[in-house]
């Protein structure tokens, strides 16, 4: 999608407050999007449109140069070789009009114009010739130009803490940055012509200068409406930009679930598709006003800025012809001025419009400046203390966690010790802190107070890449990647080569071997419907999936939430065995599980309630009533009444042996 076309589809309203938010429907609702980090980055932005030239053309220039030196020293090279050419060229034509206006028979005076007409004529091909090779540098440039960027900012995003993934306003910034790549590669071929426009332009200048003192200013009048004009019309773009961009996410979201592969089936059983796209129209029609609005402004400043450089044109060739006519100025350096003021207007023309396109995408690139100076701020730290080589336990202290934006704590003073070797159960009811509590010891949140210390060094100071090594996770809701099963299988740990040996074994120890032989490619089947050859498989083969990838991971902790909701009775059994034999072989496993009778085999079992630890123990001394507060007893035996309770009644049949319907 386009910018122009993002923005067409896009919801306007009226003005850009921070309190307004647009009501689709009644029912759905996007913020506005003008949060105070918004304004500030818009006032970057603008800062960034205000900013000078030089400093735009740098950006381009050190991109190009870094995406690659030898195209970046042609287009240069040329550019330069093309607008020295230009200026001789002028030059060659006031001789050659010199020596032809010149009293004398027409013979001679062709003779003596020879040499300048060939000057001209070999610099023509000069200027051509550099001319192409400018261009097809200029193509292999902008499109490394825009990989750089994009990798730039994709590394440094893939770095940054969780909480900034989750930051609406860090989502903002990397949905309008995500153009500034697109931007930084335009930048390039812009920029190029900002150099080629300047260079005629001085060439035109200095011969015009050399004419008459008084061109110059003339042709330089001539140049600013048309300045005003292109500069009031891309500002007007960028805010509108900045004031959609939540929008056209929201449109964007909304296109993306009417085509989801996972949504398909409740859109058409509940119907869901009319209600979708009554709101992608709404968004579609406010934003035509919008588009209305922006119109109406371009043609206002057009008519002005048309205005204007009618009267600074009338006024050059005015002043042109006063020349000539009082007899200051002979017939051929009028004749080159006239050459002169057309290059030089044709070249102005050419490097207003494009100084207007460098800046307008700059605005776009400084977002995408501000995105990764953002994320380098909040990309997860390097370096750190070193964990010991043999960690005896990991140890959450008085652990608080409160969610930016929650009004209150999803973990409370939290006090927990996972031994080595061991496996510890997490449980309790839905919204507990039991997922919370994985995410802090696997190091990706980090405590607001207290400290999780692996083997005695805090998760706060310690070199995290350390710890992310040390964990296998397999979360509830564990990535399915739309790749291959060996590649869904070898992803935990890429660097290490995904060859059958390990990959099987892996497959085999989770149970998901059973799962790749029914697949047509085994292995290499792509596990992404939609796709040429892509299979589709149930929610309990992805899980063995997602089972055989911690496998394949290793490390010295196993953190498996809900391992088994998707699976089958034997199927569930089988994980837990596997669980308890990897606990056995010296791995330390935590279990998070709402199933309480596999947590019988558990070392330890900590009960989570509201964010606190409310009951630990052994299974054992949970459920016995001497040891135990009861709190475990009570959510165990609530679970196995449900087995327990005597079936329903059967119901009588209205209907009789024969199948005939009993009277009443
Ligand atoms: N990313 C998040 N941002 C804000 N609040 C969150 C986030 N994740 C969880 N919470 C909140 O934190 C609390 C604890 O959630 P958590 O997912 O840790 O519970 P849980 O015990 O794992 O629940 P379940 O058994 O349903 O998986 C809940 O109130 C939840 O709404």
Excluded at 594 to 606: E, G, I, P, Q, T
Aim: charged share 20%; with cysteine; glycine share 10%.
């Amino acid at each position: 999608m386009t910018r122009t076309s993002a923005t067409a589809t896009a919801a306007a309203t009226d003005g850009p407050s921070a309190s307004e938010r647009l009501l689709f429907g009644g029912e759905l609702t996007y913020d506005h999007g003008w949060g105070a980090h918004d304004g500030a980055w818009l006032k970057l932005g603008l800062r960034a449109m205000a900013g000078s030239l030089p400093r735009q053309v740098a950006v381009a220039v050190r991109l190009a140069r870094e995406a690659d030196p030898r195209a970046f020293a042609t287009v240069a090279l040329s550019e330069i070789t093309r607008g020295v050419a230009q200026a001789v060229s002028l030059v060659a034509v006031n001789a050659l009009l010199v020596e032809l206006l010149a009293p004398g028979d027409i013979t001679g005076r062709l003779r003596a114009a020879l040499p300048s007409l060939v000057l001209v004529a070999v610099l023509a091909v000069i200027g051509s010739a550099c001319r192409s090779a400018s261009s097809a540098a200029t193509g292999i440039l902008e499109p490394k130009a825009q990989r750089v960027a994009t990798e730039r900012y994709l590394g440094l995003v893939a770095r940054v803490e969780l909480e900034a993934i989750e930051d609406d306003a860090f989502h903002k910034l990397m949905d309008s940055a995500q153009w500034g790549a697109d931007s930084a590669r335009r930048m390039v071929g812009y920029c190029t012509s900002v150099v080629t426009s300047a260079i005629s332009l001085v060439a035109a200048a200095g011969v015009l200068t050399v004419l008459h003192p008084v061109l110059l200013p003339l042709l330089m009048l001539m140049a600013l409406p048309n300045a005003w004009g292109s500069l009031t019309m891309a500002r007007h773009r960028y805010i509108s930009w900045h004031r959609f961009v939540q929008h056209v996410r929201a449109a964007k979201l909304i296109g993306q679930l009417l085509i989801n592969q996972q949504a398909a089936a409740e859109i058409r059983v509940h119907g869901v598709a009319p209600f979708l796209l009554r709101h992608f129209r709404r968004m579609a029609e406010t934003s035509e006003r919008e588009q209305t609005r922006l119109s109406w402004t371009g043609a206002r400043t057009h008519v002005v800025a048309d205005a204007a450089r009618g009267a600074a044109t009338l006024a050059t060739y005015g002043a042109l012809g006063l020349l000539l006519w009082d007899g200051r100025m002979g017939l051929a350096v009028a004749g080159t001025a006239v050459l002169a003021i057309r290059s030089g207007a044709a070249s102005i023309t050419d490097l207003v419009l494009r100084v207007t396109d460098v800046q307008e995408e700059a605005l776009f690139v400084a977002d995408l400046q501000t995105l990764c100076e953002e994320a380098a701020r909040r990309a997860i730290p390097s370096g750190g203390r070193d964990l010991p080589d043999t960690v005896d336990e990991i140890r959450f202290e008085k652990v608080s966690f409160t969610y930016p934006g929650a009004d209150t704590p999803s973990l409370h003073e939290v006090d927990l010790v996972i031994p080595r070797g061991r496996t510890v159960a997490v449980v309790g009811r839905n919204g507990s802190g039991k997922s919370t509590l994985v995410r802090l010891l696997s190091g990706v949140r980090l405590p607001d107070s207290g400290r999780v210390l692996w083997g005695g060094v805090s998760t706060a100071e310690a070199d995290r890449a350390q710890v992310f090594d040390r964990v296998a996770m397999v979360a509830q809701d564990f990535y399915r990647w739309p790749f291959t099963a060996r590649v869904n299988i070898g992803i935990g740990r890429s660097a290490v080569p995904m060859d059958d040996v390990s990959i099987t074994a892996a497959a085999v120890h989770a149970g998901a071997d059973e799962v790749v032989e029914k697949l047509p490619r085994g292995l290499d089947s792509l596990l992404a419907r939609g796709y040429k050859g892509g299979q589709e498989i149930s929610g309990g083969q992805w899980q063995k999936i997602g089972l055989a990838r911690a496998r394949h991971r290793g490390g010295a902790l196993l953190i498996v939430d809900e391992p088994t909701s998707a699976l089958d009775p034997a199927a569930e059994q089988r994980v837990f065995d596997q669980i308890h034999r990897l606990a056995g072989s010296g791995r330390t496993t935590v279990l998070i599980t709402h199933r309480l009778h596999s947590v019988r085999n558990a070392d330890l079992v900590y009960v989570l309630d509201g964010g606190r630890v409310v009951e630990h123990g052994t299974f054992d001394a949970l459920m016995d009533p001497a040891t135990g507060t009861g709190v475990f007893r009570e959510m165990y035996e609530l679970q196995a009444r449900q087995f327990l309770r005597p079936g329903v009644p059967a119901q009588a049949s209205p209907f009789d042996a024969a199948g005939e319907e009993r009277s009443p």
